[in-house]
């Protein structure tokens, strides 16, 4: 099932949200990635037999692309600036912990580390930059047609497709429940499912009378970091979702205990399993703003993008982290 995820709603901060549960699209393609690689998923690309992604080692994006290569016998190769020691323990142990990394190198993926040390990379700052190199020493090797790029965490044009879908299904959704002021809540790493999401309303809002909005958080860089990040995929800001925030920075990949602690409360009363590297910034942003009065005549509906498989290296550290503190 790659569309039509259902809604629930849960309990929070004092009232009641709806939760779109794009978590259960589909097992291998959790959530944002069923959307984002939607169109590579139902389109064909005869001439294609390769795939090059980048990014993190944890990333669930890694670890959906090496399903979309295997389904479509595409070669993977994924290149990351690090891969951290306990990742390649968990590969030497006889573990029983499913990670993003271990299930893609199972699914044949090719995750290469950049040899920050050679030449090749001597301009290079981040991992953007050595792709862009790198992209361009494939494109003189092989056949341009052959190879696909997909950039980090799917931020490409090609995303659109699936995530105008996401935001057919709400408006059908909306209609049917008869709910006219909404807004969307969903926290962003590159912003492109919020920014893609919200064009789709604005380009939709002349042919129904909604009033729906997107609001978003960043969970990386910070807020002038995000806005930058929807510059690069559209410049009209009528396309930005309106980027909301707690008062604090956050770091991506971070321990925070009290966004812990948040996380375990609502899986406790909703029975409801979010991500443990966006959501708890997400739902600690969306709780201080529902509990600062705004949003008191509008529906909430929160997108569940996904992502559990991350949660197998998460849990445990945060884990360790509380016993720690804990002593
Ligand atoms: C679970 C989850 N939530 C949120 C996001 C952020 O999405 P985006 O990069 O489109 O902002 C991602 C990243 O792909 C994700 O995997």
Redesign the pocket.
Known sequence: MLTNSPTDTMYFAGRQIHIKRDDLLHADF????AR?FYHFLVNDFPDVSHVVGSGSAQ???LYSLSVLAKIKGWKLDYYVSHIADYLKQQQRLPSEIRSNYSEAIKNGANVIEIDWSSNLFNACQHLDDAIKVLKQDYLEKNNALETLFIPE???CEY?KTGIYELGKEIINWAVIQNINKLSIF?????????LYLQEYFVKQAQKNTLDIEVL?CS?VGGDAYLISQFDELSLNTLHHPQILNDGKKYHFGKLYLSLFHLWQQVLDSSGIEF?L???PIGLNVLKHTIESGELKDREILYIH???LL?NATMLPRYQRKQALTIK
């Open positions: 959790s959530g944002n990635k984002k990333a669930n994006s965490g799917g931020r995303a969903l926290p962003s790493g590159t912003g492109t499912t919020a978003t969970t991500d590297l966006y959501d993008q996904g992502g991350g």
